[in-house]
């Protein structure tokens, strides 16, 4: 190695990550690209939204996936009703408006802590487990 010396921290610098605050947001759906970003954020949004179809109908729950398309026709949300219906998927196009949720139910809430209830149950001789349940 020549006489530059390499410093890690220099090498993996990368923007900070704000979390936003989106709980009780309804966002303002102008425009295609308007709606595109807010089913990205309802995505990553950990609380249920509400989503209002072009032909009234309602649907609360939790945006579990997402399939972006060249069109709103053909790009859909997959949701996981709050009320036990089945899962849905929802053309983008049949959506008229978005409501986040006025509580997001992981906030405050890490991988730490979740970390240290496994372990705390597991002590205590309790079922702990970590596999997740399928999604489809």
Known sequence: MSGNVLNPDELEVAPGFKQERLQGWVPELASDDDLRQAL???????????????????????????????????????VLPSN???RLSIPYSEIAALAFSDRDPAAGKSWEAWVRKYWQKKAAGEAAAIEAESLD
Do not use: C, H, M, Q
Request: hydrophobic share 30%; no cysteine; net charge positive.
């Open 40 to 78: 990205e954020k309802a995505f990553d949004y950990r609380g249920d939204v509400r989503i209002t179809r072009k032909d009234g109908s309602v649907i609360e729950g939790y945006v579990y996936d997402r399939k972006a398309g060249t069109t709103l026709a053909n790009s859909l949300v997959r």
């Open 84 to 86: 036990g219906s089945p």
